[in-house]
């Protein structure tokens, strides 16, 4: 089983749509999770870290599942500009190191 | 401006040859990074320093070497370059703070060896 397994989609939705990616870590010690963006053939960038109780940012959720040991992101009502690759991102326990998903692709159509 | 620079952007080179890609930064983190991203593998670490005298070996590090300068400066060396080290190469800084972690990129370097 990988460290952190992603769907890697393409996930095809249509503007205004809402979607929700689900990142799933094999390391129930894993204290720090991140959703980062990464746009094609650009570096990754942080869109949202994961607190336990959950965040919002905007039209963005981050959910933690500590039982089920799963990262969710929801994206409400998408924009043509929110197509991109979303790294799900763990902290490796004990250690100052990341483990990278490989991505889930979106892609909103006009 | 960029806050993290990495030099080259694109490199070509030939099996054995030495080459050394240049990482940069301005934001004064202590922290830094080099992964390499295949596609369908993600991002995998090869080294990284939290310091100018401390330097540790990432997942795949064979192969590679690294020097950190000062601390604005981390440069990646491969020592004999061979076709599976094609590959998109990042460096990244990490910024720190109670409940909080970030980590930034810069913009790549491609390198293909032939």
């Known amino acids: 089983r990988k460290e952190v397994e992603q769907d890697p989609g393409p996930f095809n939705v249509p503007e205004g749509a809402t979607v929700a990616f689900n990142c799933t870590y094999s390391?129930?010690?894993?204290?720090?999770f991140f959703w980062y963006r990464q746009d094609c053939r650009k570096e990754p960038k942080l869109l949202m870290s994961?607190?336990?109780s959950g965040n919002e940012d905007g039209r963005f959720t981050a959910q933690l599942n500590r039982a089920s040991q799963y990262i969710s992101l929801l994206i409400r009502d998408s924009k043509l500009s929110d197509s991109a690759t979303y790294l799900c991102?763990?902290?490796?326990?004990?250690?100052?190191?990341?483990?990278f998903g490989t991505g889930t692709r979106l892609k909103v159509l006009a | 401006d960029a806050d993290v620079t990495q030099t080259p952007r694109n490199r070509i080179t030939k099996t054995g040859k030495r080459i050394m890609l240049e990482c940069s930064q301005t934001?004064?983190?202590?922290?830094m990074y080099w992964y390499r991203q295949d596609p369908g593998l993600g991002l995998r670490l090869i080294y990284y320093?939290?310091?100018?005298?401390?330097?540790n070996k990432g997942e795949i590090s064979d192969g590679y070497s690294v020097s950190r300068q000062a601390q604005a400066k981390f440069s990646l060396s491969l020592e004999s370059a061979i076709p599976n080290q094609t590959a998109l190469y990042f460096c990244?800084?990490?910024?720190?703070?109670?409940?909080?972690?970030?980590?930034?990129f810069g913009p790549g370097t491609r390198l293909t060896v032939l």
């Open positions: 994961v607190y336990s």
């Open positions: 390391n129930s010690a894993s204290q720090s």
């Open positions: 934001k004064g983190h202590d922290r």
């Open positions: 990244a800084t990490e910024d720190t703070g109670v409940n909080y972690r970030e980590q930034f």
């Open positions: 991102v763990v902290n490796s326990p004990g250690t100052y190191k990341y483990i």
């Open positions: 320093s939290f310091d100018v005298k401390d330097i």
